[in-house]
């Protein structure tokens, strides 16, 4: 039984998005910005058309689910012990910025769009959480001191370098080592940086 559960009924969840996904049962991510019952219902729906029986009692499910990916302080219940690395927005907020650290220049737009179309097609673009539901997507475009752009929407989490793509792309750091990263992988080969933004 899911044991995290939202605070205050009727409240929508940090980001304004209800939000819900089922990996293991081919449930893609299923988004509803006008209430938690909509998603319940499209919810279903996916579970039945997946020939798969939903959780239940299924809004319990759904919460616990968003309970686990939205910063702590929106919902009350008990969380995980162990939580998987790399899954709270707590986690990727804190590698995101420790990379952001080590970097204090910013790529020119130019070389920062060319990153993002590399890793908005790489498999090692993780889109494990709702970025744009927890807030994610517009606090790295803020680290990364630039405007949104329409891509960072397709960019997820490196699993590579286990931060968020919409910073990572932003930043000048020193080649990665090539390891199991894909071939066409940019921080193998990063470009000239000078005339990045600082």
């Known amino acids: 039984m899911p044991k995290l559960v939202f605070a205050k009924?009727?409240?929508?969840?940090?980001?304004?998005?209800f939000f819900y996904k089922d990996d293991a049962h081919g449930i893609p991510l299923l988004q509803s910005k006008s209430s938690?019952?909509?998603?319940?219902?499209?919810?279903?729906?996916?579970?039945?058309?997946?020939?798969?029986?939903?959780?239940?009692?299924?809004?319990a499910h759904i919460?616990?689910?968003?309970?686990?990916?939205?910063?702590?302080?929106?919902?009350?219940g008990a969380y995980p012990a162990n939580v998987p690395e790399?899954?709270?927005?707590?986690?990727?907020?804190?590698?995101s910025l420790e990379l952001a650290q080590v970097s204090?220049?910013?790529?020119?737009?130019g070389t920062t769009l060319s990153r993002m179309r590399?890793?908005?097609?790489?498999?090692?673009n993780s889109k494990t959480l709702c970025l744009?539901?927890?807030?994610?997507?517009?606090?790295?475009v803020r680290q990364a001191r630039r405007t949104k752009i329409g891509q960072d929407d397709a960019m997820g989490i490196c699993l590579h370098d286990k931060i968020l793509l919409s910073l990572l792309t932003s930043l000048n750091l020193a080649p990665a080592e090539r390891g199991d990263r894909p071939e066409n992988c940019w921080r193998h080969n990063v470009p000239?940086?000078?005339?990045?933004?600082?």
Not at 86 to 95: A, G
Not at 104 to 109: F, L, Y
Not at 132 to 140: E, I, K, Q, R, V
């Open 9 to 17: 009924a009727g409240f929508f969840p940090p980001g304004g998005v």
């Open 36 to 59: 938690l019952d909509a998603l319940i219902s499209m919810v279903e729906a996916a579970y039945l058309k997946a020939g798969e029986p939903a959780p239940q009692p299924l809004k």
């Open 63 to 76: 919460e616990n689910f968003i309970c686990e990916n939205v910063p702590r302080g929106f919902c009350i």
């Open 86 to 95: 790399f899954t709270t927005p707590q986690t990727i907020k804190r590698r």
């Open 104 to 109: 204090a220049s910013r790529a020119d737009p």
């Open 118 to 124: 590399v890793c908005g097609a790489c498999p090692a």
């Open 132 to 140: 744009s539901c927890t807030g994610l997507t517009d606090w790295a």
């Open 192 to 198: 000239n940086v000078a005339n990045d933004i600082q």
